[in-house]
């Protein structure tokens, strides 16, 4: 259990005791709990067996410090687990439609016992809800609406809530007895945007035949289970609390190889493998790579060896999608895919001036640590009243302070000289409805990065959105596009748009295409990425920061960009400080 994931069983007890109509005094308890624990640069599940270290945190008393203890133990809280028996487990799954909060998910309840998605798809089509308060046609049509957009998404996880399960497991699985090796395959190992499931390989002598029993029992004790599925002598399959179904697989060591091969490509790629392993006169599955004629082993340790004897280079996990890869292995003509460590700085990050948690100097101390050579500030304008958005005065008073903050770093005694470290003026300026930005020209000429975004009107027919966004490309001070399709990964779709329109006139103007490594954006997809490449356009790609804890998500977006086979040189942000401010569109 990590800090997100013990907040987040917080904020959920939260939200039952506010449907349960509790007392507001715990449920802000609750809420500021959350807050301090995702706030905390503490690990809580290192914190648990000394309580009196958890006291430490701000708003955290002695009984909130045993529902941590609770929820790193159990992953659960003992409160939230009374609340949802009273109710159903499916309330919480209310919650995730867009608008639905405990006060209305209170009303449902008191009104019709409604405490699942299936129950108030039925009362809405019944007519049972009809002339309940806030309950009016266009907000059942609403609510319809939010249902059938949340069913398209049904049974799919955001990457990061994968990868979240999946480190949890491993740690837990790589502490039995007799397991060497723990590996995720599947969706997550290809760095799909999401999964619908969790696929895991263990090794070791606790997986060999015969000595399966102690280990399959063990798995099947983990706390974070909420229903078993299956359970045999090779392979466990259940359930987790959050619903996402894992699928364990004990494995003896020398069939690994095999086995990450077939449980990590997508079907299509296992199919073209497996009838190239046929015309070669060798058959492929989860166990070995073998000779037709007589069944012998050609090679099943390693990945490596079973793509060798096929006559093709090893192949990335990212693009294992039938996409060409296969005949680019053939050819040896596998780009050398971009890797975390190419890249030398993030251009897409918030403060406490609007939204974000931490001052200048803590992005920039936190960017530094991570290896980072530069980072641009790019807080809101104004047009984003509800993120305290700047205007033109507190703009430039902000650019003042970026500046100092860049000068002292660059001038600090203990900085290598031939690491200076640059914190670039910047700002994502509001893309408005007529295409025009939120901040005159005056002010957007005193920063370096200027990223123009769309935050709001995303419903907008695809024609206006086209030339809204092409106006704003217009203007010679925008030097990146960010969020260049506004979608949030299974709550909101793209907005309307021409996007090779945009995409060609960006390529055209010098102006690059931000990808947003946030995991619940990965925007642009790894489709419209290859889409941007081929009409010409240059890549950045930045995490969207709010916090210094979120720089450290830039690997899910640099998983997008190589399964869009994006290269090195083909990302300005892999560039020293001074090339990437010489690549980027000149400003006037």
Same mark, same amino acid.
């Given at each position: 259990?990590n800090n997100?994931s013990?907040?987040? +069983? +917080?904020?959920?007890?939260?939200?039952?005791?506010?449907?349960?109509?509790?007392?507001?005094?715990?449920?802000?308890? &609750?809420?500021?709990?959350?807050?301090?624990?995702?706030?905390?640069?503490?690990?809580?599940?290192?914190?648990?067996?000394?309580?009196?270290?958890l006291?430490?945190i701000p708003g955290?008393?002695?009984g909130?410090a045993?529902?941590?203890?609770?929820a790193?133990r159990t992953?659960?809280?003992?409160?939230?687990?009374?609340?949802?028996a009273? &109710?159903?487990?499916q309330? +919480?799954e209310?919650?995730?439609?867009?608008?639905?909060?405990?006060?209305?998910?209170?009303?449902?309840?008191? !009104?019709?016992?409604i405490a699942s998605?299936?129950a108030?798809?039925?009362?809405?089509?019944?007519?049972?809800?009809?002339?309940?308060?806030r309950?009016?046609?266009?907000?059942?049509a609403?609510?319809?609406?939010?249902?059938?957009?949340?069913?398209?998404s049904s049974g799919?996880?955001?990457?990061?809530?994968?990868?979240?399960?999946?480190?949890?497991?491993?740690?837990f699985?790589?502490?039995?007895?007799g397991?060497?090796?723990?590996?995720?395959?599947g969706?997550?190992?290809?760095?799909?945007e999401?999964?619908?499931?969790?696929?895991?390989?263990?090794?070791?002598s606790?997986?060999?035949p015969?000595?399966?029993?102690?280990?399959?029992?063990?798995?099947?004790?983990?706390?974070?289970?909420?229903d078993?599925?299956?359970?045999?002598?090779?392979k466990?399959s259940?359930?987790?609390?959050?619903?996402?179904?894992v699928?364990?697989?004990?494995?003896?060591?020398v069939s690994r190889g095999?086995?990450?091969?077939?449980?990590? %490509?997508?079907?299509m790629?296992n199919?073209?493998?497996?009838?190239? !392993?046929?015309r070669?006169g060798?058959?492929? $599955?989860?166990?070995a790579?073998?000779r037709?004629?007589? %069944?012998s082993v050609?090679?099943?340790?390693?990945e490596?060896?079973?793509?060798?004897?096929?006559?093709?280079?090893?192949?990335?996990?990212?693009?294992r999608? $039938?996409l060409g890869?296969?005949e680019?292995a053939?050819?040896?003509?596998l780009?050398r895919?971009?890797t975390?460590?190419? +890249?030398?700085?993030d251009?897409?990050m918030?403060?406490?001036?609007?939204?974000?948690?931490?001052? #200048?100097?803590?992005?920039?101390?936190?960017?530094c640590?991570?290896?980072y050579?530069y980072?641009? #500030?790019?807080?809101?304008?104004? $047009?984003?009243?509800?993120?305290?958005g700047?205007?033109?005065e507190r703009?430039?008073?902000?650019?003042?302070?970026?500046?100092?903050v860049d000068?002292?770093?660059?001038?600090?005694?203990?900085l290598?000289?031939?690491?200076?470290?640059?914190v670039?003026?910047?700002?994502?300026v509001?893309?408005?409805?007529d295409?025009?930005?939120d901040?005159?020209?005056?002010v957007?000429?005193?920063m370096?990065?200027?990223?123009?975004s769309?935050?709001?009107g995303?419903?907008?027919p695809?024609e206006?959105?086209t030339?809204r966004?092409?106006?704003?490309i217009?203007n010679?001070?925008?030097? #990146?596009?960010?969020h260049g399709?506004?979608?949030?990964l299974?709550?909101?779709?793209?907005?309307?748009?021409?996007?090779p329109a945009?995409?060609?006139?960006?390529?055209e103007?010098g102006v690059?295409?931000?990808?947003?490594?946030?995991?619940?954006?990965?925007?642009?997809?790894?489709?419209?990425?290859?889409?941007?490449l081929e009409?010409?356009?240059?890549?950045v790609?930045?995490?969207?920061?709010?916090?210094?804890?979120?720089?450290?998500?830039?690997?899910?977006?640099?998983?997008?960009?190589?399964?869009?086979?994006?290269t090195?040189?083909?990302?300005l $942000?892999?560039?020293?400080?001074?090339?990437?401010?010489?690549?980027?569109?000149?400003?006037n």
């Amino acid at each position: 259990m990590n800090n997100p994931s013990v907040a987040r +069983l +917080l904020e959920e007890t939260a939200d039952l005791l506010e449907i349960d109509g509790g007392d507001s005094f715990r449920i802000r308890s &609750y809420r500021r709990a959350a807050e301090a624990v995702e706030q905390s640069t503490a690990a809580i599940a290192e914190l648990v067996e000394t309580p009196e270290r958890l006291l430490e945190i701000p708003g955290i008393g002695k009984g909130m410090a045993a529902n941590l203890q609770a929820a790193v133990r159990t992953q659960s809280i003992p409160l939230r687990d009374e609340l949802l028996a009273r &109710y159903s487990p499916q309330i +919480l799954e209310l919650m995730k439609l867009p608008g639905m909060g405990p006060k209305t998910v209170r009303l449902l309840w008191d !009104a019709a016992q409604i405490a699942s998605i299936d129950a108030l798809e039925a009362a809405i089509r019944s007519g049972a809800l009809s002339g309940l308060p806030r309950m009016g046609e266009k907000q059942l049509a609403k609510l319809q609406k939010g249902i059938d957009d949340y069913r398209k998404s049904s049974g799919r996880f955001r990457i990061d809530h994968v990868e979240e399960a999946w480190l949890a497991l491993r740690s837990f699985l790589a502490a039995q007895p007799g397991v060497e090796t723990v590996t995720a395959a599947g969706s997550l190992r290809r760095g799909r945007e999401t999964a619908g499931d969790l696929d895991i390989l263990v090794t070791g002598s606790a997986c060999e035949p015969g000595a399966t029993t102690a280990l399959v029992e063990s798995v099947a004790a983990y706390p974070g289970i909420r229903d078993l599925i299956a359970r045999g002598e090779n392979k466990i399959s259940f359930y987790l609390h959050n619903s996402l179904q894992v699928d364990v697989r004990l494995l003896p060591a020398v069939s690994r190889g095999a086995a990450l091969q077939y449980f990590t %490509g997508s079907k299509m790629h296992n199919v073209a493998l497996r009838q190239r !392993a046929l015309r070669m006169g060798y058959t492929l $599955n989860e166990w070995a790579l073998a000779r037709v004629d007589d %069944g012998s082993v050609v090679a099943s340790e390693t990945e490596e060896a079973i793509y060798a004897a096929l006559e093709l280079d090893w192949i990335p996990p990212e693009l294992r999608e $039938n996409l060409g890869e296969l005949e680019a292995a053939q050819t040896h003509s596998l780009p050398r895919l971009i890797t975390l460590e190419d +890249l030398r700085g993030d251009l897409h990050m918030h403060t406490h001036a609007t939204d974000g948690h931490n001052s #200048i100097h803590e992005m920039a101390e936190a960017a530094c640590a991570r290896g980072y050579s530069y980072i641009a #500030i790019t807080d809101h304008s104004k $047009n984003l009243a509800m993120t305290n958005g700047l205007n033109e005065e507190r703009a430039l008073e902000h650019v003042a302070r970026i500046r100092a903050v860049d000068h002292a770093l660059g001038h600090a005694p203990n900085l290598d000289a031939n690491r200076r470290f640059r914190v670039f003026t910047g700002i994502e300026v509001d893309i408005l409805a007529d295409g025009s930005l939120d901040l005159p020209d005056a002010v957007l000429a005193e920063m370096e990065i200027v990223i123009a975004s769309v935050h709001t009107g995303l419903q907008m027919p695809r024609e206006a959105m086209t030339e809204r966004i092409l106006r704003a490309i217009e203007n010679p001070y925008v030097r #990146i596009l960010g969020h260049g399709t506004g979608r949030l990964l299974l709550r909101r779709e793209p907005y309307e748009l021409d996007l090779p329109a945009v995409l060609r006139r960006c390529a055209e103007l010098g102006v690059a295409i931000e990808h947003n490594a946030a995991p619940e954006r990965l925007d642009l997809c790894d489709r419209d990425l290859r889409l941007a490449l081929e009409l010409g356009c240059r890549l950045v790609i930045n995490t969207d920061a709010h916090d210094t804890r979120h720089l450290d998500k830039m690997h899910f977006g640099i998983r997008q960009l190589r399964r869009a086979w994006v290269t090195r040189e083909q990302v300005l $942000n892999t560039l020293t400080a001074e090339e990437l401010l010489a690549a980027l569109r000149p400003r006037n």
